[in-house]
């Protein structure tokens, strides 16, 4: 109120302040959902799932998913017209760093590349990125896997030693 605020925006299912303020003052709210309640471990409601669902689609004007997958866990929510799938999108950062790019170059080289981007969590897949690395270093096949993103640090120990184990070093790669 003491800042002329006219939409509030929250950007996690378990976090409920923004809804809750937004329908105390009358603003419009729109939460932005990126995970899947019944699938995400990480994150802990003070409640059920489903009636966490059912407040996220109350109290907000428009629920906005990240994924088809996302949205999907409202499916027994009325009012599923007030949610819409956007897909997040990666724009193209140019950089003048100059060592960066020659040592991603020494790494890709002639090869393709697949750059997987995000936390290394086991939500997002770090361990299978391996398993798929292995899979196509034994079909001999030129590709390179970057993962970049922020590190857990118990996570990084297994990534690293998997890579180690399965002899990846020259094919797979954290930046």
């Excluded at 303020?21 to 489903?50: D, R, Y």
């Excluded at 009325?78 to 020659?102: A, F, S």
């Excluded at 590349?113 to 997002?124: A, Q, R, V």
């Amino acid at each position: 109120k003491n800042n002329s605020i006219d939409i509030i925006h929250t950007n996690s299912s378990v976090i409920l302040e923004g809804a809750l303020a937004a329908n105390q003052t009358g603003k419009l709210h729109f939460w932005h959902i990126h995970e899947n309640l019944f699938h995400n471990k990480e994150l802990n409601s003070v409640m059920p799932i489903t009636l966490n669902l059912r407040i996220i689609n109350e109290l907000s004007e428009k629920i906005i998913c990240v994924s088809k997958y996302t949205a999907s866990q409202f499916h027994n929510i009325p009012r599923t017209e007030d949610i819409e799938v956007i897909y997040n999108g990666v724009e193209e950062i140019k950089q003048d760093n100059e060592k960066v790019n020659v040592e991603i170059e020494n790494i890709i080289g002639d090869s393709y590349s697949i750059l997987i981007i995000g936390n290394m969590l086991k939500e997002k897949g770090f361990e299978e990125l391996i398993e798929s690395a292995r899979l196509i270093k034994d079909k001999k096949l030129n590709i390179k896997f970057l993962w970049a993103g922020h590190s857990v640090k118990q996570n990084n120990k297994k990534f690293i030693s998997k890579i180690k184990d399965y002899y990846l070093d020259d094919s797979v790669f954290y930046l």
